[in-house]
């Protein structure tokens, strides 16, 4: 079975701090991707990471891929109220038609 | 361009019933994967649907079974329902190039309470 895990799983800050969340696996997935959960909402596709080594950045997001391609992290700079939210990783598996496997989450709080 | 729809939003129904969800694709797509939330944890992928048959399956009893249609909406039904399948269930759309599965758009998911 594979498995994602993230720590931490949740994590409170103030307004400006910045922070990094991990998503380690003993598992190799074709790709990675991070998602955003709102409450209420399905979760929103922020980035895929396909090449090990890969580093994207969205804003004052900034994501890497690990270079054996089973772990990943999520920095925020200076986050921000509006960064408040669930931050899910997801591996995608490829067997003709690709599934997810997400971790189990990061709440974020972020407060003004 | 309406993106993915599920309905309904909520339900509320007791343990032994059964309950169907219903989930409209993006336009466009043709793929349609089913997950569920529990609260606290992340999606676990129940299975997907494509051309009409199921084409993947995750680690989720008979109980749950699928139905894609002609015009790609998809139905999740549980059958015997568990006081553990309260949930979130989420409906994703994508659609297949021939050589892989693009990105998954989710709805908004459909939040089942089992009493």
């Known amino acids: 079975t594979q498995l994602l895990e993230q720590s931490p799983q949740f994590l409170s800050i103030q307004e400006g701090e910045n922070l990094t969340v991990y998503c380690n696996s003993s598992s190799v997935f074709s790709s990675l991707q991070w998602y955003r959960q709102e409450p209420g909402e399905g979760p929103v596709l922020l980035v895929t990471v396909v090449t090990g080594g890969e580093v994207k950045k969205l804003k004052r997001l900034t994501f890497q891929f690990g270079d054996a391609r089973k772990d990943s992290s999520l920095h925020i700079t200076a986050a921000q109220p509006g960064d408040t939210g669930l931050y899910l990783c997801?591996?995608?598996?490829?067997?003709?038609?690709?599934?997810?496997?997400f971790g189990k989450g990061t709440k974020l709080t972020v407060n003004p | 361009d309406a993106g993915v729809t599920q309905s309904p939003t909520h339900l509320i129904k007791t343990r032994g019933q059964q309950v169907t969800l219903r989930c409209s694709p993006k336009s466009g797509h043709d793929t349609v994967s089913w997950y569920q939330q529990a609260l606290g944890q992340g999606p676990q992928f129940i299975f997907q649907?494509?051309?009409?048959?199921?084409?993947q399956r995750g680690n989720f009893p008979d109980r749950f079974s699928g139905h894609q249609f002609p015009n790609y909406s998809s139905e999740l039904n549980v059958n015997a329902l568990l006081l553990g399948d309260s949930a979130l269930y989420l409906c994703a759309s994508s659609f297949w190039d021939g050589l892989a599965v693009n990105e998954q758009f989710f709805g908004p998911g459909t939040r089942l309470t089992v009493l």
């Open positions: 997801a591996g995608v598996t490829q067997g003709g038609s690709e599934k997810l496997v």
């Open positions: 649907y494509y051309e009409e048959e199921e084409r």
